[in-house]
């Protein structure tokens, strides 16, 4: 699809989710649920989830005091920061898990310590003990989300889409699918990334040492590490979150994967936040739109409706 369409349709999606209201219909089973607007949330530190070697890859759990269900619906955060940089404390999934949701935030190897696939590997790990452990924990292991920004959109969409990958952390007797994910501004196209900034100039790029060289040095890297090439008829709803002015990802990385869903039959929604770089920063004078809060209550929203409300 052209890519003027591409951003017609990305603004129709836009409006329609800020218009319209995500999760049950009338006369479904909402009011059987708690009226949960914010509870307190136990956090506990470290827990290791899998093992690389002697490498434990730790986490950290978001309890709610009071789920919104039970068995939890749980989501996992996956942090952003160029796949060589940033760390699972703070974490967004707090937010959820302040509504009644089960959140858990993951460190994974960055790419100082191991390339691609090692991030991809601990990502599904993290799902993988998710279920393992999801009668201790009290977790629904049928209903299990991932969300991530930037390099952690990229590693959710590809928990999300690609098949293998496992890894050896742990756990192989578990499925590392899971039923929704949500991504900020994250790379879905290694490729026509680095065709448009061209990243091969300067080995100090984060792709760069990510994929452990170019393009034209690891052909098969770039194509295995996009999750566009991995979009499958059966992969669960996909909401896309992206600033229209990001200098960092273009905007045209989620178009890119919202087409890719589209082709494939796939529910997906692409939020297009107007006047917003990376990292959701205004650009311009005007406040972002959406604005952060409406944001968050999209993405809240999304969960409620994937996780929670369906199949009830």
């Not at 790379?187 to 061209?198: A, C, G, K, Q």
């Not at 692409?270 to 968050?296: D, R, Y």
Request: aromatic fraction near 10%; charged fraction near 20%; charge should be negative.
């Amino acid at each position: 699809m052209p890519r003027k369409n591409l951003k017609r349709l990305a603004g129709l999606l836009v409006a329609i989710t800020l218009v319209t209201t995500l999760g049950c219909q009338p006369g479904e089973e909402v009011d059987q649920l708690p009226d949960i607007s914010l509870t307190a949330v136990e956090l506990i530190r470290d827990v290791e989830y899998g093992r690389v070697g002697d490498r434990p890859l730790l986490l950290d759990i978001y309890r709610p005091i009071t789920p919104i269900v039970s068995p939890m619906p749980a989501v996992i955060w996956i942090h952003g920061g160029g796949w060589r940089a940033g760390g699972k404390f703070p974490s967004r999934v707090e937010s959820l898990a302040r509504h009644g949701f089960f959140g858990i935030s993951i460190e994974y190897r960055l790419s100082g310590e191991a390339q691609f696939p090692a991030a991809v590997e601990d990502c599904k790990c993290a799902v993988r003990w998710l279920r393992a452990n999801a009668q201790k924990y009290n977790v629904d292991p049928d209903r299990i989300g991932v969300w991530g920004s930037s390099a952690g959109g990229h590693l959710s969409m590809m928990v999300t889409c690609a098949d293998g990958l496992e890894g050896d952390g742990g756990w192989p007797e578990y499925s590392s699918r899971v039923r929704a994910a949500c991504a900020y501004f994250g790379p879905s196209d290694f490729i026509s990334w680095y065709e448009l900034y061209e990243f091969g100039l300067s080995r100090d790029t984060a792709p760069i040492q990510f994929l452990g060289g170019t393009m034209e040095e690891k052909p098969e890297a770039y194509w295995l590490a996009s999750p566009v090439n991995h979009v499958s008829a059966d992969d669960p709803p996909l909401l896309l979150v992206h600033g229209d002015l990001d200098p960092v990802v273009p905007f045209e990385q989620s178009e890119i994967m919202c087409q890719a869903y589209l082709e494939a039959g796939l529910e997906v929604t692409l939020v297009m936040v107007s006047g917003a770089g990376h990292g959701f920063k205004p650009l311009t004078e005007s406040p972002i739109s959406p604005s952060p809060e409406e944001i968050e209550q999209l993405v809240l929203d999304f969960f409620l409706e994937h996780l929670v409300y369906a199949g009830h």
